[in-house]
C-alpha cells in the first residue's frame, strides 16, 4: 500500500467544469509535489509545497491552482482546463525539500478531459 | 542532450535473466534514484544512493560517481518485475529538492 493517498484515481471533466485532485499523507513529511506526466514521457514537475508555502511554481498556468490546508494535505483545483491537459497527475512527499531526501509517490490520478 | 540518459528505452527479457540498466548524466549531483512504475501509473522509489553500492532482495544499485554513472541490476527476474525502470537525479546545490529525471527503460519479463 502506498503511504501517499490520492484521489479520486480516475477523473473525467469537461472543458468547463471545476474538479480537485487530492492528495494525503501521514508521514510527517513538510515537503509535498504535484507532477504531470502524459504517456511515455518522464513526470514534470508542477509545485512544490514546503512547510505548507507555496515554493516553486514552475510556470504551471493558472487554470491549475494548487492548495495546502495542512502539512497533510495537498490539493490541485482545476477550471477551465484543456483537452492537451489530460494526463497522470501524480502526488509526492518528502520528509522536507532538501535534495537528499527520497520522494514518496502516490498512484496519481488518471486525468481525462473531454 | 538530456542530463540524465538511460538505456536501453525498451528491454525484453525472459525469466529467470540477469537485466542491467544503465543511467549516465552530465550534471552534480548530491543523490541519485531509481525509481519503479507500473502500468497502473503509482512509482516506487527503489533506491536512493550517493556512492558505492546498494542491494534490497534481486535489486541492486551501483553508482561511480567519478563516471557519472549508475547501473540497476535484477537478477533472476520474474514477470513482475516488468514495469518502467526510471533514473532520477537530485542536482548538487538544488537545496530545492528538484529531480532531474531520465526518459525511463521499459522492461518486460516473459514466463
Known amino acids: 500500500d502506498t503511504e501517499v493517498t490520492q484521489t479520486p484515481k480516475h477523473l473525467v471533466m469537461g472543458m468547463t467544469n471545476k474538479k480537485s485532485l487530492k492528495c494525503e499523507q501521514h508521514?510527517?513529511?513538510?515537503?509535498m509535489y504535484w507532477y504531470k506526466q502524459k504517456a511515455k514521457k518522464p513526470p514534470e514537475l508542477m509545485f512544490v509545497?514546503?512547510?505548507?508555502?507555496?515554493?516553486i511554481n514552475e510556470s504551471v498556468p493558472s487554470r491549475f491552482s494548487p492548495e495546502c490546508p495542512n502539512s497533510s494535505l495537498l490539493n490541485l483545483h482545476l477550471h477551465a482546463l484543456q483537452p492537451e491537459d489530460s494526463a497522470l497527475y501524480l502526488c509526492?512527499?518528502?520528509?522536507?525539500?532538501?535534495?537528499?531526501?527520497?520522494?514518496?509517490f502516490g498512484d496519481g490520478t488518471r486525468l481525462s478531459i473531454l | 542532450k538530456n542530463e540524465v540518459e538511460q538505456s536501453p528505452q525498451n528491454l525484453t527479457a525472459q525469466e529467470g535473466e540477469f537485466i542491467t540498466i544503465n543511467c549516465s548524466y552530465s550534471?552534480?549531483?548530491?543523490?541519485l534514484h531509481w525509481l519503479q512504475q507500473h502500468p497502473g501509473g503509482g512509482i516506487v522509489s527503489l533506491f536512493m544512493l550517493s556512492s558505492g553500492k546498494k542491494k534490497h532482495g534481486r535489486l541492486i544499485a551501483t553508482i561511480n560517481i567519478q563516471e557519472k554513472h549508475s547501473s540497476l541490476h535484477i537478477t533472476a527476474s520474474h514477470p513482475r518485475d516488468s514495469a518502467v525502470y526510471i533514473c532520477?537525479?537530485?542536482?548538487?546545490?538544488?537545496?530545492?529538492?528538484?529531480?532531474?529525471f531520465g526518459k525511463g527503460t521499459k522492461l518486460s519479463v516473459k514466463p
Open positions: 509526492a512527499s518528502s520528509q522536507d525539500q532538501g535534495s537528499n531526501q527520497p520522494q514518496h
Open positions: 550534471v552534480g549531483i548530491s543523490a
Open positions: 532520477a537525479v537530485s542536482n548538487y546545490g538544488g537545496s530545492q529538492g528538484n529531480l532531474i
Open positions: 509545497y514546503s512547510y505548507e508555502k507555496l515554493s
Open positions: 508521514m510527517g513529511h513538510r515537503a
